[in-house]
């Protein structure tokens, strides 16, 4: 892609990024050589991010299979949760959904979880691939993570007093502050010095 091609962008971006013609995808040995820190931190908190999906995906998967075997370990408990461990996440987020009317205020939430995720898991490193040769880029890559970060922590606390309140009968009232009332993110915005930094991440915000 020509430079003269990237002119569009949500993001007021260093000038030196328009130069940019097709970076690899991987940080170069030049780039861990001088970067390392900040390469491995962007790393290391996407790393996190993936953990934190992951946590979500089980809590899910296990809600689903005890609303209907309760949490007694059976034959027919053990085939269930075999079988769902097969489904796409956004197919689990659905049987999750059927199975349990008390998370229908969740269902957006959910939704915007399944959004971020698939973004993170296919699409982002690609997405960011001119971020990612950048310091500038890795900085603002480092401040999406940890926003992605705090919603998720957010709505799986959420989700598990809704879950403990079914169980329990005891509702918790979380003094969390939604993500959706921060500022946003740095890169949405006009300016004259703008290039391809990727879209925003889908679902981070309502």
């Known amino acids: ?32 050589a001088a970067h390392g820190e900040e390469i491995h931190e962007v790393l290391s908190i996407y ?5 934190c999906l992951q946590r979500f995906e089980m809590f899910m998967l296990m809600n689903a299979v005890q609303a209907v075997h ?12 075999a079988s769902l461990q097969k489904k ?20 957006a939430d959910l939704k915007r979880v ?3 995720r698939n973004f993170l898991i296919h699409e ?14 890795r900085r603002l890559m480092i401040e999406e993570l940890i926003q992605a ?12 007093s809704m879950i403990y309140a079914a169980n329990s009968g005891i509702t918790i009232f979380l003094n969390v502050r ?6 946003s993110p740095r890169w949405i915005g006009e300016g004259d010095d703008v290039a391809i930094f990727g879209q925003p991440l889908p679902g981070l915000h309502a």
């Open 149 to 160: 970060t705090d919603f998720l922590e957010e709505v799986f606390a959420r989700y598990t």
């Open 88 to 107: 796409t996440m956004g197919q689990l987020r659905r049987t999750l959904l059927e199975r349990r009317a008390d998370l229908d205020d969740l269902e």
């Open 70 to 81: 309760g949490r007694a370990i059976s034959r027919a408990s053990d085939e269930d949760f």
């Open 124 to 137: 982002y490193f690609r997405d960011r691939s001119q971020a990612m040769s950048l310091s500038d880029g």
């Open 47 to 51: 790393g996190n991010v993936v953990y």
């Open 114 to 116: 399944l959004d971020l």
């Open 1 to 32: 892609m020509a430079s003269d091609e990237i002119t569009q962008s949500p993001l007021p971006y260093a000038p030196r990024l328009q130069e940019l013609t097709y970076p690899p995808i991987a940080p170069s040995a030049d780039d861990f």
């Open 178 to 183: 939604r993500l959706d009332e921060r500022r």
